[in-house]
Antibody, heavy 126, light 112 residues
Framework: QVQLVQSGAEVKKPGSSVKVSCKAS????????ISWVRQAPGQGLEWMGR????????NYAQKFQGRVTITADKSTSTAYMELSSLRSEDTAVYYC???????????????????WGQGTLVTVSS | QSVLTQPPSVSAAPGQKVTISCSGS????????VSWYQQLPGTAPKLLIY???KRPSGIPDRFSGSKSGTSATLGITGLQTGDEADYYC?????????????FGGGTKLTVL
């Protein structure tokens, strides 16, 4: 069965960076997209961006442009999300999620997220 | 402020039916598939409904989805205490907006 296993919890200082990994197993890594979704304490889900491993292309939400980098290593079926210039408001649980997508007018449109990682708590505190 | 609008909370008694609405626009719900996610306390979200009204393997038929125009609805029948969770709708947004993928703000379901 498909599993997404994320790296462990992190505690970071303001201004630093964090890199979270997401290792996929049980499926064909390159056939899907991997998105990163975060959830601040007591808040809803917020999509940050995604990578299309087969193309090596990443797309980001405007809010995180310039601060987030999403990459994928097809050889190890692992996706990474690096967030820089951390501030206290970045304290959240970060999830990776496998996306089912289709091509529409040259754009890879996400249809759904069918498997999720267990989440990684990132705490930003001085 | 979420691009997709959901009621903050809904409640119903065990065995009853509840619906959760998700309102958007022509750039998102109106022209793209809607999916629904269930998040039990302290756990990762789980896909409940995809492509507006399809259920993944293992999701009971007590859960249903529909879409009309720029709105979508999640229905849950035969409510159980184990259904108490937060529910989120999500879809692609085709406009040159802040985010290509958008979630609703979430709805907390209480089974009284």
């Amino acid at each position: 069965q498909v599993q997404l296993v994320q790296s462990g919890a992190e505690v970071k200082k303001p201004g630093s960076s964090v890199k979270v990994s997401c290792k996929a197993s049980g499926g064909t890594f390159s056939s899907y997209t991997i998105s990163w979704v975060r959830q601040a304490p007591g808040q809803g889900l917020e999509w940050m961006g995604r990578i299309i491993p087969i193309l090596g292309i990443a797309n980001y939400a405007q809010k995180f442009q310039g601060r987030v980098t999403i990459t994928a290593d097809k050889s190890t079926s692992t996706a990474y999300m690096e967030l820089s210039s951390l501030r206290s408001e970045d304290t959240a649980v970060y999830y990776c999620a496998r996306g089912g997508a289709g091509a529409a007018a040259g754009v890879w449109v996400e249809y759904y997220f069918d498997y999720w990682g267990q989440g990684t708590l990132v705490t930003v505190s001085s | 402020q979420s691009v997709l609008t959901q009621p903050p909370s809904v409640s119903a008694a065990p065995g009853q039916k509840v619906t959760i609405s998700c309102s958007g626009s022509s750039s998102n719900i109106g022209n793209n598939y809607v999916s629904w996610y269930q998040q039990l306390p302290g756990t990762a979200p789980k896909l409940l409904i995809y492509e507006n009204n399809k259920r993944p393997s293992g999701i009971p038929d007590r859960f249903s989805g529909s879409k009309s125009g720029t709105s979508a609805t999640l229905g849950i029948t035969g409510l159980q205490t184990g259904d108490e969770a937060d529910y989120y709708c999500g879809t692609w947004d085709s406009s040159l907006s802040a985010s290509p993928w958008v979630f609703g703000g979430g709805t907390k379901l209480t089974v009284l």
